[in-house]
């Protein structure tokens, strides 16, 4: 086998690697948005742009795999399988309140930011161009990260203010 096969194939498998977190990514926002009860309409929007965000990546992701002349691989490994399931269960055993799903939403984006700095280590020498579509996503990923942690924050903030402001019939 050439060098050059040799890493256009690690280099597939570690896009494959990334087309997998995006497939966990949509399972989980979806997961949330199916506790809908739970989540304000602020939320409900961030999850949908969340999910359609992963399937762009996804596809981008498996159009460069398509030019390496590999196919993805969709069957998750065993730690992919472990991972997924203690997720699930982590969420299972927790109340569905905000704070629960915000949890496990942020659990996983750190997650996500852990494996694409991970295939950033790669040495994507000459496909260049697929390195770059790698940070694009990260870059992005990470400001949906800081997103959710502003969401978070705020409604909290907001929820101590309610909490403590007490209300008063001389306030009328």
Sequence with gaps: MKPQQN??????EMLNDLVKINTDRVARYQKGLDMAA???SDLICVFENIIADSYK???ELTEKMNELG??????LGISGQLHRAWSDLSVALSTNTRKAI????????DIAQHAYTAA???????F???RQLVE???KAMKQTSERIKKCNEEYYVINTAMRNFQYSPMML
Excluded: G, W
């Excluded at 915000?102 to 984006?109: D, I, L, T």
């Excluded at 950033?120 to 000459?126: C, E, I």
């Design 7 to 12: 890493k256009a194939e690690h280099v597939a």
């Design 38 to 40: 739970n989540l304000d």
């Design 57 to 59: 990546y996804k596809n």
């Design 102 to 109: 915000m949890a496990s939403c942020q659990y996983n984006e």
């Design 136 to 138: 694009l996503q990260q």
């Design 120 to 126: 950033l280590s790669t040495d994507f020498t000459p």
């Design 128 to 130: 260049d161009d697929i």
């Design 70 to 75: 590999v196919n993805p691989y969709p069957v």
